[in-house]
């Protein structure tokens, strides 16, 4: 069973940073895809960032030039840097796994962004 642990979350200003880390059980190079959802109060869980085994990235709009994922594939280990931090940006953020035929999420961190 792969597990995925997620670190990182907390209460910051506006303005402010935070780094997110997900830490997998699998080697990363079987994964074909890891990436950050957030789901905010009332809101559908959105993409905030993925990175492909091959590094490609991709990104929500709302992450766009303020946000990066990056990976460390010695450590198993994905990271979330996020930069210029907004009040709704606040949110439960989720780690995935894709594997393809299947996905794996991780339990969730809790980012609060204060105006």
């Known amino acids: 069973q792969v597990q995925l642990v997620e670190s990182g979350g907390g209460l910051v200003q506006a303005g402010g940073s935070l780094r997110l880390s997900c830490a997998t059980s699998?080697?990363?190079?079987?994964?074909?895809?890891m990436g950050w959802y957030r789901q905010a109060p009332g809101k559908q869980r959105e993409l905030v960032a993925s990175i492909s085994v091959g590094g490609r990235t991709n990104y929500g709009d709302s992450a766009k030039g303020r946000f990066t994922i990056s990976r460390d594939n010695f450590k198993n280990t994905v990271y979330l840097q996020m930069n210029s931090l907004k009040p709704e940006d606040t949110g439960v953020y989720y780690c995935n796994a894709d594997f393809g035929v299947s996905q794996v999420w991780g339990q969730g961190t809790l980012v609060t962004v204060s105006s």
């Open positions: 699998r080697n990363i190079f079987s994964i074909n895809a």
